[in-house]
């Protein structure tokens, strides 16, 4: 059958790097490799490859395509594990929300957050307490402190809010984020220091040499080739896949209790609100409802999960929880299941302990083993930075006798992420978007989103519009995304598959209303890729059912 050339437009970290990484993972011998390509993964490949040392990391799917773009998409201090009394991990958080603005500010964003206080739930002086105890800690920071609201000064801020028993109000600060960009700006940073990167590698076991860990066998998922990666180090961190990945090892590793985040999406004319809104629930959790663009997204729940690790769907309890709460708050809205329009649903990987899923610790672990293997567990996607840099210390203390070289301290606190090297993001973003418009003629909505996703790197993108003027043109009608970033996606972010770019290197496939922009976003990825006609359609197929997948609780619902 004929199969077009591929068409190349150029690149630094595209299926072409991938290749020559998986022959380089066999020819080459490593200091560490890494298993697990979420948030936790990249950074100890990132922290371990800026301090010199040979690094290869591998993932089983797509980088972040486990619990790494499935969170509820905050850097934040936890406010409410004050509540817990775990106060070193509030501020070790606070301390990693500030340094992240530095290091990617055009992916992490100050928000305002806004809790309701009712009768009955939290009392306000407690709450009082906590948010000075929050500025406390925080004292570095630079955004702004807590305001203390009546209720007349709540209701002017969310109008839509329940005015029974309603008591006064909070506002704070705290920080959104793309979650699975901010992942992979880490991967590309790692690979921009030298670490051999490659997604859809799978680890299948591991050989050793006189009782010391010297191989990482693979396999090449897409292919189904296998290889060996020889190595002095091995590190899991591989989430709540390290049980599964530790059956080939005899050690069993630390005891894991996954737990079930899951949020929904409405449109912004169904549910608007103007900030962050805490709300409480019928267990007197805390449940957000934040607003991005023309959407509303509601999350999460944390219920204790022993299904499939591989495909983790929303149930029609996990929906009724979410809306029970929401119509609480917003009873005129009368949010019902059919208004949602996309989701997804996430495992925690927490260490197990005993008590609710929501009171389990959030804090992280690491065990280490006298044969060379690593492992990290736990944590929160706030504190990455700080679990690579303890986890990487560890390694080269306890196996300096494995390790050749001398090797950096770490340097991750003061090295901005791929696209972040910028001293001050808004007027960065203003002045480019006033160059962009004239320019390029682009909407504002397709500039900003560039500049959001890309930072300094969205120029990279425009090239691309230079050899072929239609790649400027938005992926479909009023959409943010033009069709040279299914393009860049390919050749400079590793994307393989249709899914890759919809969902992670996008977020097309949870807020993209009713379009269906996969056809379009698959043709371009295989005239570059030399994707067949029936490969093609099958990834189409594919990302569809995906898509399906979303909506599982309505058969339980309807």
Known sequence: MFRPKPKSYGGTFSYRTRIANLNRMQEEEFDLVVIGGGVTGAAIARDAAMRGMKVALIEKIDFASGTSSKSSRMIHGGLRYLKQLDIGLVKESLSEREKLLHLAPHLVHPAPNLIPIYSGWLGRLELHIGMHGYDLLARDSSMGRHLNLSPQEVLHEEPLLREENLSGGFIYYDCLVNDSRLTLAIVKSAHENGAVVANYTQAIGFGLDKGLLREVRFREILKGKEGVIRTRVVVVAAGHWTAELLRHHDHPGPTLRPTKGVHLVFPRNRLKVNKIVVVPTADKRMIFVVPLGEYSYVGTTDTDYTGSLDKVLVEDTDVTY?????????????????????????????????????????????????????????????????????????????????????????????????????????????????????????????????????????????????????????????????????????????????????????????????????????????????????????????????????????????
């Open 322 to 558: 979410l809306l029970d709460a929401v119509n609480q708050c917003f009873p005129s809205l009368n949010l019902r299941p059919t208004d949602i329009v996309s989701s997804w649903a996430g495992l925690r990987p927490l260490i197990k302990e005993e008590g609710a899923p929501s009171k389990v610790s959030r804090d992280y672990h690491v065990d280490l083993y006298d044969d060379g293997l690593a492992i990290i567990t736990g944590g929160k996607l706030t504190t990455h930075r700080t679990m690579a840099k303890s986890l990487v210390d560890q390694v080269l203390e306890r196996y300096d006798h494995l390790l050749e070289g001398d090797f950096s301290p770490c340097s991750t606190a003061e090295t901005p992420l791929v696209g972040g090297e910028m001293a001050d993001f808004p007027s960065y973003l203003k002045a480019q978007s006033l160059g962009l418009k004239e320019r390029w003629g682009l909407s504002q909505i397709n500039v900003e989103h560039l500049i959001h996703s890309y930072g300094r790197n969205h120029m990279d993108i425009l090239a691309l519009g230079l050899r072929d003027r239609k790649l400027l043109e938005p992926l479909g009608p009023g959409c943010r995304v033009i069709r040279a970033q299914v393009i860049y996606a390919v050749e400079d972010e590793m994307a393989l598959t249709l899914e890759d770019f919809m969902s992670r290197r996008t977020s097309l496939i949870y807020f993209n209303g009713q379009q269906d922009l996969a056809s379009t976003a698959a043709k371009l990825m295989g005239r570059v890729l030399g994707w067949s006609r029936p490969h093609r359609l099958a990834e189409i197929r594919k990302y569809r059912e995906t898509v399906q997948q979303m909506f599982n609780f309505r058969s339980g619902l309807s």
